[in-house]
């Protein structure tokens, strides 16, 4: 049986760091899989780095579960989680649960979706209704033409606002919530606050878990890496010996770095 959100919290409780990783297709799935990554996650960061896109607007629900499907074939350990595109939750809770479940009938195990207190009834009401829900807070690249470019978020006085968010979406069900861009010391301080595991992207050491974009941590995205990503190709002779890297680095709290890391 595959990594159950049940052994995420108790690696959480028992101070084991937790690893993620983005795929999209059957032989990267089987090589992360293969290399012991905790958790797929089917991101919408596809739209950037397979289909060429500036942003992940443009990814639908059908592309999603087509990817999903791909996954699902290569995987057989990692926990699959299945991004929520844009627009197929932000309506209302009803277009959540349809589209959430496409996700979970393509094979993802779990779902996430961006959004902090404006998703807690969502989050609710998916959760009572057995779908498994990851929050992301912090950078949310769906809104990035909103929050006026790809931005550390959090600092000065949104650190309470982003603070309160994590809190609300683990009152309402939450079993994970991915900080993505966020300063190091706030992303320390929610870790701690919260029973639910936090899955850092660019938030810094103390995070329970990190999350990379497969691509990114591969150098093979042929526009420019975000400053949280390290590229695990650099001294490694396979792309597995990547990924193993990557994950032994987290394991023992050697990623990520400061300089991968905001204040
Ligand atoms: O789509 C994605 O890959 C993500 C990560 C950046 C966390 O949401």
Known sequence: MAVTITQLKKMKDEGDKITWLTAYDYSFAHLVDSAGVDAILVGDS?????????????????????????VVRGSSNSLIVGDMPFGSYQLSKEQAYANATKLMQAGAHVVKLEGGEL?????????QRGIAVCAHIGLTPQSVH?????????????????????????????????????????????????????????????????????????????????????NY???????????????????????????????
């Open 119 to 127: 998703q807690e009834e969502t989050i609710q009401f998916l959760t």
């Open 146 to 230: 909103a929050l006026g470019g790809f931005k550390v978020q959090g600092r000065g006085d949104a650190a309470k606002l982003l603070f309160e968010d994590a809190k609300r979406v683990e009152a309402a069900g939450a079993f994970a919530v991915v900080l993505e861009a966020v300063p190091s010391s706030l992303a320390s301080d929610i870790t701690a606050a919260l029973d639910i595991p936090t899955i850092g992207i660019g938030a810094g050491i103390d995070c329970d878990g990190q999350v990379l974009v497969l691509h990114d941590m591969l150098g093979i995205y042929p526009k420019k890496s975000p400053k949280f990503s390290k």
């Open 233 to 263: 190709m650099q001294g490694a002779d396979s792309v597995f010996a990547a990924v193993s890297n990557f994950v032994a680095d987290v394991k023992a709290g050697e990623f990520p770095k400061p300089e991968h890391s905001f204040v």
């Open 46 to 70: 596809l739209g950037m780095v397979i289909q060429g896109h500036s942003t992940p607007v443009p990814v639908t629900v059908e592309d999603t579960c087509y990817h999903i499907e791909c």
